[in-house]
């Protein structure tokens, strides 16, 4: 354990942020998880729904620095080319 005041408060903020990022990246994981269940579905408009509610989850965990902006665009185009695939 530290023993330094600055090196606890560290340990705190740290703990807090890192709570902060796994749950960010569960809502992301959940969002990106209904949109290909939508997909397996095959129900076009569920899966035009929950994409559009899955990139602004994704954008906003960048936007946070949760994810890197290019994992994040990364991601994006997956979700975008399998839902525009449905036909």
């Not at 990022?21 to 076009?44: C, E, H, L, M, P």
């Amino acid at each position: 354990m530290a023993n330094i005041k600055s090196a606890k408060k560290r340990i705190l903020v740290n703990r807090t942020r890192a709570a902060r990022n796994k749950s960010t990246r569960s809502a992301v994981k959940t969002s990106i998880k209904k949109v290909y269940a939508a997909i397996d579905q095959k129900d076009k408009e569920a899966a035009g729904a929950a994409l559009q509610a899955a990139v602004s989850t994704i954008s906003k965990a960048a936007s946070k620095g949760v994810y890197h902006k290019n994992t994040s665009s990364r991601k994006i185009s997956r979700l975008t080319k399998a839902v525009n695939a449905l036909d």
